[in-house]
C-alpha cells in the first residue's frame, strides 16, 4: 500500500502534542510496512531541520519541506471577516505546495492520501485533480469549537464577537470539507459523534492517540509531597486560558489549604506574564529539554482546559509514565476514563481540593492511580492495535469504487 501523508507541521521535533500525534501516525505505518512518502509545510513556529530527523526516518519517508508564512496578515485576516472565509484555514494554502504536490502525484501513484488535520484540506482540490488516491481526513480536531470555547470563555465583548465569527465561518469550512474526503480518522470518539451530528455521511473510524509502552518506562514511587505540574505548548491558546484560570481561580485556595504544594509550569513559548507571576509556590520553568524525565520527577499533572477539542496528547503520555492526573472535564474529553480510577475531574476549586485532599491524605493513592491509569493506556491506545485499525479503514476505503470526474488526464 502506498501512502502520501500531508502535514500542516513537521513531525521533528516532536515538540507537541500535534507533532507527536503526526509523527505517531507515520511511524506506526512504517511499522507496518507501509510504503509512505511525506510532504509537510515548514512555517516560522514550526521549521523544518533535516539534521534533526533521524536518518533511517528520513530515507524511508523521503520527507520534503515546503515553507510557508502562515503569521497573521491583518489585511487578509480582515478581508475574510468581509468574504466569510475561513483566515485560519486558507493561510495555509501555498501555491509552492500545492506545485510539490501536484509534481508529487503526477509521478506517483497513491492508494491513501492522508491528510493531517483540518489545515491541508485546501488541498483537496489539486489531490482530486491528479489523482484518484483515497482521501483520509486525520481530525486532531474540531477547530470551530476551540473558538467557540474560548468566545464563551472571553469577557471582553469585542473579542467574544470576533472568536464567534470565527468559530461561525470554521465551522461553516469543516461542515463543507466534511463530504468532500473519502473517510475520517477521528481522533476520539466524542468527536466521531459530533461529525455525525453535523451531518457527515462519509465512513468514520476511531484512530486515538497510540502509545508504544515500551518507550515510556514506570517505577512504582511513593510520593511525600504534593508536586504539582502543567506541561504543554503555550504557544496555544486553549493552554495559556487554562493555566491563567488555574492561578487565578484555583491555587490561592490550594496553597491556602495546601501550604507545602508546589505547582510548576513547564513548555514551550511560554509568554513573559508568566515569568513575572509572584504567587507563591509556583515555580516557571519554561521550556524542558526532556519531557519525560520532567513528568516522572513530578507527582500530579494538572489539565486545565477551559476550551479545546480531540484528545490531549499529554495526557495519554502522563498515563503512560505513571502519573496521577487531575484535569477539568474539558481537558479529558475524548478518553476513556473512570473518574477517581485512572483520572480525577475537577471543573470547579471545590473538586480540586477535594482531589488534594484525598492525596494528601492517602499518598498511595497517587501511585494507585498513576497505575491504573497505565492500564488504561495499555487496553485502549496500544500503537500496534490502533495501526492495524487504521491500515483495515484504509482498505475499506480502497475497495469502494470512487467516481472522480475532475480528474486531468493525460
Known sequence: MKVLQLCHKSPYPAKDGGCLAILNISQGLLNARVDLKILTIETAKHPFVKENIPKDFFKKTEIESVYVDTSLNIVDAFSSLITQDSYNISRFFSPDF?????????????????????????????????????????????????????????????????????????????????????????ISKRDAEDFEDLGSKKPKEVIPFGINLNEYSFQKKNYSELSLFHLGSMDWTPNVEGVNWFLESIWPEIHKRFP?????????????????????????????????????????????????????????????????????????????????????????????????????ENKDGIQRMGIAARELVKSEYDEGLIIKNLLHFYEKLIETPIHNPGKITA
Open 98 to 186: 500545492d506545485f510539490k504536490l501536484q509534481e508529487e502525484l503526477t509521478k506517483n501513484e497513491y492508494d491513501i492520501v492522508h491528510l493531517e488535520s483540518l489545515f491541508m484540506t485546501p488541498y483537496i482540490s489539486t489531490i482530486r485533480a491528479y489523482s484518484n488516491a483515497r482521501i483520509v481526513l486525520r481530525s486532531h480536531n474540531l477547530e470551530f469549537i476551540i473558538w467557540k470555547r474560548l468566545a464563551k470563555q472571553s469577557s471582553n465583548m469585542a473579542k467574544k464577537a470576533y472568536l464567534k465569527l470565527l468559530a461561525h465561518q470554521l465551522k461553516n469550512y469543516e461542515l463543507d470539507v466534511l463530504n468532500q474526503v473519502d473517510g475520517i480518522a477521528a
Open 260 to 360: 507545602n504544594a508546589n505547582f510548576y509550569i513547564a513548555g514551550r513559548e511560554l509568554p513573559e506574564e508568566f515569568y513575572q507571576n509572584s504567587s507563591p509556590n509556583v515555580h516557571i520553568i519554561g521550556e524542558v529539554e526532556d519531557a519525560k524525565k520532567f513528568i516522572s520527577a513530578n507527582s500530579i499533572m494538572i489539565v486545565p482546559l477551559l476550551s479545546g477539542s480531540g484528545i490531549r496528547v499529554k495526557i495519554i503520555e502522563g498515563m503512560a509514565l505513571g502519573k496521577a492526573i487531575i484535569s477539568t472535564s474539558i481537558g479529558a474529553e475524548g478518553l476513556n476514563y473512570k473518574n477517581k480510577e485512572n483520572i480525577w475531574i475537577a471543573d470547579i476549586v471545590d473538586d480540586f481540593i477535594e482531589a488534594l485532599h484525598f492525596f494528601n
